[in-house]
């Protein structure tokens, strides 16, 4: 299989806990973005990576999330001191680097239940 | 802050008939516009695509409308299968940045 991965499918974690996600973008995409979903509403975004570069941050990254992509290839997403807020479907996309428009690559998502 | 909306929570449409679904937007510098279908327990999966110099796109049985002065864009599936079961969703984004902002989802019933 070709398509984004994302490690784990599921978290299940108690509040106060660290919880690190793994994407795998597609091989020859450069370009990786990380969304949250919670019930009822479209993905909305966090941040976005041009290679190892971090280029866009959502306000709704706070700074108990940080994202990493080291050698532009997989990211990891690492949500610290979790929050029962934080339980949501956090979903990884990739993009091929060539042209200003590309449609998003999604991975099937790590869904987090923060009890 | 909703950019993108999407009105409709849900539709059901007889197999073979029209499934049509709406989406608005505010944001006057959004130029490209996405549908998404997604499947329960997978991520989304890209369908159809539309930029803002053209007012219409077709694939097979999809095709999107872009109406800009409106601010509205539609996805039409023509003939509706059961297998387009699924919740769609609206994405649009501007040149300018790099992030894709989506609707709420319409979740589409086929009913055979």
């Known amino acids: 299989d070709t398509g984004v991965s994302q490690d784990p499918r599921h978290k299940i974690t108690k509040r106060g806990q660290n919880v690190t996600f793994r994407c795998d973008p597609i091989?020859?995409?450069?370009?990786l973005y990380w969304y949250r979903q919670t019930l009822g509403q479209g993905p909305e975004f966090l941040t976005y990576f041009q290679n190892e570069a971090q280029l866009e941050k959502s306000r709704l990254l706070s700074d108990r999330f940080s994202a990493e992509r080291p050698k532009g290839s997989f990211s990891t997403l690492e949500i610290q001191r979790t929050e029962q807020g934080d339980s949501a479907m956090y979903l990884c996309a990739s993009s091929p680097p060539s042209g200003s428009y590309n449609e998003q690559f999604f991975g099937p998502g790590t869904r987090l239940t923060v009890l | 802050d909703q950019q993108v909306k999407q009105n409709s929570p849900s539709l059901s449409v007889q197999e073979g008939r029209i499934s049509i679904l709406n989406c608005d937007y505010t944001?006057?510098?959004?130029?490209?516009f996405l549908w998404y279908k997604k499947y329960p327990a997978e991520g989304p999966t890209f369908l159809i695509s539309?930029?803002?110099?053209?007012d219409k796109n077709e694939d097979g049985r999809f095709t999107v409308f872009l109406n800009k002065s409106a601010k509205h864009l539609s996805l039409h599936i023509v003939p509706s299968q059961p297998g387009d079961s699924a919740v769609y969703f609206c994405a649009a984004s501007a040149l300018t940045g790099n992030q894709f902002y989506f609707g709420t989802g319409t979740s589409l019933t086929v009913i055979p």
């Open positions: 539309i930029s803002s110099i053209k």
């Open positions: 091989s020859e995409h450069n370009r």
């Open positions: 944001n006057s510098m959004f130029d490209y």
